[in-house]
């Protein structure tokens, strides 16, 4: 076979939308919605630049280079390429991101019924992580599993949730908070920002090119093709949610005004609005949507470390299950603290690779531009890593200077003014 039916690209389509739908996904947008109040569609347009644009882009380059991280990277050398992978994966995979899907989807669908002690949480992740190994096993067949038959539930669940958002608000909208009264854009960009889905881009772009293959499509130009499908009707099944995630936050002020996150807003719009069954609701959506990115999470990590180390997928899938299960009995509270300086560290040097990648076609000899723009990169990328750990004193104050740094964003002008310097040089040198 060397084509999709349609019913197959549906369900790559709708694959790749569960594999990005995480908790995190659910709980940014109505929190960010309650903030901004009136100024709700400047702050959801920010946020879908950041929390589906830069995805979907991402998913592009990865496709125009097959799939893999290993090509994207190729211009930076085989050894800063493979450790800057290495990082995302398990960054990405086992050491957080996985983990916290666990811990999330506990907390905001288990606990309510039955506490937060350590026991129901080891006993649940145990189980999480079992339907979780179960269909990691065979990549091949994630299409049929997720794609066709939990990712039409999970849809289902939103579909109530997003039309009682729509039809039957909690409230009229909201004031704007102090925050997003002057930049609402910028705030709402910031927040998507935070989603980290470019990072999760780069793990799951060669899960969707693997699951085209194992259909039978072996023409490269097919499955970018079929790859950039499947990432427009991913993008736009998100734009759909968040817009009705925005508008739930933005009219629930009346409700939950006292809320400090997402979780909490949403727990109290469901029971607000469908009762004890809202809770039910909540804990089947958020179960799903934790399940399925956690699958792509670790049959993306079992693709990559069994192509690039001697040991088997099988392998590596079982062992990040056995590693995930592990760190998810830490708790979320220290998760959290973990993780994200080190995601805010790998996250801009993410949107530059791809970014570079983009524009390929630009430079006459790509590791020119690839290498000095992407290690100025990395050296900002770590400042923002120890600025959130707290760490600031090991920043120079400079940096705090930059144009944007209030907003997480000083990297950008040096990244931009070394990128000139880097594409001129490249002119000047010719090809070789």
């Not at 994200?340 to 790998?346: A, D, E, Q, S, T």
């Not at 600031?392 to 907003?407: F, G």
Request: charge should be neutral; include cysteine; glycine fraction near 12%.
């Amino acid at each position: 076979m060397t084509r999709l039916k349609t019913a197959d690209v549906l369900g790559l389509g709708f694959m790749t939308f569960a594999l990005f739908l995480g908790a995190g996904n659910i709980i940014f947008p109505p929190s960010a919605g309650m903030a901004a109040g009136e100024a709700v569609w400047s702050a959801a347009l920010g946020f879908l630049l950041t929390g589906v644009g830069l995805p979907l882009l991402t998913v592009v380059a990865l496709a125009r280079v097959g799939g893999g991280m290993e090509q994207l990277t190729a211009p930076l050398g085989r050894s800063a390429g493979l450790l800057f992978a290495v990082l995302v994966y398990l960054a990405i995979g086992p050491l957080f991101a996985t983990p916290r899907t666990a811990v999330v989807s506990f907390e905001m669908g288990v606990a309510p019924f039955t506490g937060e002690g350590p026991l129901p949480l080891a006993i649940y992740s145990l189980g999480y992580f079992l339907a979780v190994l179960f269909l990691s096993l065979n990549p091949g067949r994630l299409l049929e599993r997720v794609g066709k038959l939990i990712t039409p539930v999970l849809i289902g669940g939103l579909l109530v949730l997003g039309g009682a958002a729509i039809f039957a608000p909690a409230g009229g909208v909201g004031v704007t908070a102090p925050e997003y009264r002057e930049a609402p854009l910028m705030q709402g960009f910031l927040q998507g920002y935070l989603t980290m889905d470019t990072l999760g881009a780069l793990v799951f772009g060669i899960v969707i090119a693997t699951a085209i293959r194992d259909r039978g499509v072996d023409k490269a130009h097919r499955v970018t093709r079929y790859s950039i499908i499947a990432a427009l009707i991913a993008g736009s099944g998100l734009a759909l949610v968040y817009l009705a995630l925005f508008r739930l936050g933005a009219t629930s002020q009346g409700i939950a005004g006292d809320a400090q996150n997402g979780v909490q807003i949403l727990t109290a719009y469901v029971q607000h609005t469908f009762g004890a069954l809202g809770s039910l609701l909540l804990a089947l959506v958020i179960g799903l949507a934790c399940l399925t990115t956690a699958v792509g999470l670790i049959a993306a990590c079992g693709e990559f470390f069994s192509s690039q180390f001697p040991v088997s997928y099988r392998s590596v899938v079982i062992l990040c299950s056995l590693f995930s299960l592990l760190v998810s009995n830490l708790g979320l509270t220290q998760l959290i603290s973990i993780s994200v300086p080190v995601l805010v560290g790998l996250y801009p040097l993410a949107i530059v690779l791809v970014a570079l990648s983009l524009v390929d076609g630009m430079w006459l000899q790509p590791s020119r531009v690839f290498v000095p723009v992407m290690a100025v990169t990395l050296v900002f990328g770590l400042c923002a890593g120890l600025a959130t750990a707290g760490l600031v004193d090991l920043v120079p104050d400079s940096l705090e200077a930059l144009p944007l740094a209030e907003h997480n964003l000083g990297w950008l002008l040096p990244v931009l003014a070394t990128l000139l310097l880097a594409a001129g040089y490249d002119r000047l040198r010719g090809v070789r």
